[in-house]
């Protein structure tokens, strides 16, 4: 279910110790590294993000709002989305917040779906195929003029709330939530890749850093699963998406 990749490590992410899922309890956050490979485009290297974000966790002596356990990283042969589907669920199923630490935009998509009546608030640039698949209390947070016209029209007819990454840097960060629980989505390529090297999506005019990590620790929500996804660190040599990502992160849990 989980491999030996976690073996060698003497702590886990942000210092926690490493464990198991029966170790956990309510309340606690459970990280668990998914390290998929992005199958099209030119920025390859998603596999790499777990192991990146322990690094620079550790490097920053980051500490975690909270308490829980490194799961370690899942073995990603077989019906791995099958897998990732019951982990969650499992986790969830005691109140503890998975922590996914992604991978290609399909480790997303099985989270999500392991939870499909939960709201969604998803941080990324481009719709694409996602907008059909999620419910109408999906949340779009940065994305950019580049949707076709039949997105906007589907964005619009479900009534899904969005703002755009101009909306959020020039101040509009009034996003009403209708639940005081969700899950979140943070796709890296959200941020503008003049401020994040490694970041899988090409996204000239996308959200700064600080903006990013403003709007989603100001959101009053409690998170119930957070997934990351985007990340492809061997392209930013200083580290800085590993950064953006982890700043997110700690502000997100800080309302959990």
């Known amino acids: 279910m989980i491999n030996a990749q976690r073996r060698p490590m003497l702590t886990g992410f942000a210092g926690l110790p490493l464990g198991e899922i029966k170790q956990c309890s309510r309340g606690d956050v459970g990280i668990l590294g998914v390290p998929g490979e992005v199958k099209t485009g030119s920025r390859f290297g998603t596999s790499l993000a777990p192991g990146a974000l322990r690094k620079m966790a550790e490097r ?8 829980g356990y490194d799961l370690g990283n899942m073995d990603m042969s077989g019906d791995w989305s099958g897998t990732l589907m019951h ?3 499992q986790m969830t199923d005691r109140q503890v917040v998975p922590v996914v630490l992604g991978g290609d935009t399909d480790v997303a998509t099985a989270v999500l779906e392991a939870l499909p009546e939960l709201p969604v608030v998803a941080t990324m640039p481009q719709v ?5 698949a999620r419910p109408a209390n999906t949340i779009w947070v940065g994305l950019n003029g580049e949707q076709p016209v039949e997105t ?4 619009s007819q479900r009534e899904m709330i969005w703002r755009t990454a101009r909306q959020l ?13 969700a899950a979140l989505w943070i796709d ?12 899988v999506g090409l996204n000239p005019g996308g959200m700064k850093p600080e903006t990013l990590v403003s709007v989603i620790g100001s959101m009053p929500c409690s998170w119930r699963v957070i997934v990351i996804t985007g990340l492809a660190p061997a392209l ?7 950064l953006i990502a982890i700043e997110t992160l700690i502000a997100a849990l800080r309302n959990g």
């Open 87 to 89: 982990l969650v669920t």
């Open 60 to 67: 920053l002596e980051v500490k975690l709002p909270g308490s």
């Open 169 to 181: 840097d020039e101040g509009a960060t009034d996003i009403p939530l209708e639940s005081d629980c």
């Open 152 to 155: 906007w029209d589907q964005i």
């Open 236 to 242: 930013d040599t200083r580290g800085m998406s590993e």
């Open 188 to 199: 890296l390529s959200v941020v503008d890749l003049g401020h994040a090297a490694g970041v």
């Open 128 to 132: 694409r195929r996602d907008v059909a």
